[in-house]
């Protein structure tokens, strides 16, 4: 990409979703990590504006030798599709099933484990509890092995990967979307289902880290606690099972908060930094050649 911009006389932008190389090293294996982190760097200095999509991967790109005034944070986002779905009655009678749904990949960073642990306690205090787990990934062996040995396993229902289009249908059988991050050293994620939950109306129990607590309020738009805190995830579902008001509450906040990331918005910001960009590039070579 640097290679083919020079070449041809254009800016290089760079978008950077995650520290690849270290997350690399820490989930999976890096074979050559001294190359791959100096072919980081490399791209990071050479690049005329990099796209992240929050401000903890602003900082680790800067770090790296990106300079701040190429930086742009645009976050992850919705499609308007989202705010059409349909939802789950507030008034529904708190002696039946409520849903608890998880939107997403089932990854070690994803707190899978702290669902599990929370779930269990759940259960245990009321069997009208069910949950629902929209995604795969490598840590669905633990949940089926959860589902398998728990007392009531027709509970829990996994959906393996769905189609992107598919997802508000499944959206519309929760009664809250949770978002159980760990404590994570770093956490640098722009959160996908949390603005999908807060633009269906879903309300919200999340840990109170990175983006998350950047956009969402504790008690206003959403119901946070410290990250991997199983004791507060219980409670607060707890809550929200028990008041009906507040769940509406939360997610007609939340949605109000979801309408200024939806995808077209998003896009528009990014084109406008790529024709910025190309604006500069066109008036620094014009000088060189004065």
């Given at each position: 990409g640097l290679r083919f911009a020079r070449r041809h006389r254009i800016p290089f932008l760079l978008e950077v979703n995650a520290p690849l190389a270290a997350q690399q090293e820490a989930y999976r294996r890096l074979s050559n990590a001294a190359t791959a982190h100096a072919l980081e760097r490399i791209l990071l200095r050479r690049a005329d504006r990099v796209i992240v999509p929050s401000n903890v991967l602003a900082a680790y790109v800067r770090d790296r030798g990106c300079p701040a005034r190429r930086v742009r944070v645009i976050p992850c986002g919705v499609r308007r599709e989202f705010f059409d779905c349909d939802v789950r009655p507030d008034d529904?009678?708190?002696?039946?099933?409520?849903?608890?749904?998880f939107l997403g990949s089932l990854k070690p960073w994803h707190g899978v484990e702290t669902l599990v642990a929370a779930f269990g306690r759940l259960l245990a205090l009321h069997p009208g509890y069910r949950l629902l787990v929209v995604g795969d990934g490598p840590l669905r062996g633990l949940l089926e092995r959860f589902a398998?040995?728990?007392?009531?396993?027709?509970?829990?229902?996994?959906?393996?990967?769905?189609?992107?289009?598919?997802?508000?249908?499944?959206?519309?059988?929760?009664?809250?979307?949770?978002?159980?991050?760990?404590?994570?050293?770093?956490?640098?994620?722009?959160?996908?289902k949390i603005f999908e939950y807060a633009a269906a109306r879903v309300p919200i129990v999340a840990s109170a880290v990175g983006q998350i607590a950047e956009i969402l309020v504790h008690r206003k738009s959403a119901l946070l606690h410290p990250p991997g805190n199983v004791e507060e995830m219980v409670k607060h579902i707890e809550r929200l099972r028990a008041n009906p008001e507040l769940r509406t509450r939360l997610a007609r906040r939340a949605r109000r908060i979801a309408k200024a990331f939806t995808w077209d918005r998003l896009a528009a910001r990014v084109l406008a930094v790529a024709e910025t960009a190309c604006r500069r590039y066109a008036a620094t070579l014009e000088r060189r050649l004065d």
């Open positions: 529904a009678p708190t002696d039946g099933d409520f849903v608890i749904g398998r040995e728990c007392p009531l396993p027709d509970r829990v229902t996994i959906t393996g990967a769905v189609a992107h289009e598919a997802v508000p249908r499944y959206l519309a059988e929760m009664d809250v979307g949770v978002a159980p991050y760990p404590d994570l050293p770093t956490f640098y994620f722009s959160p996908l």
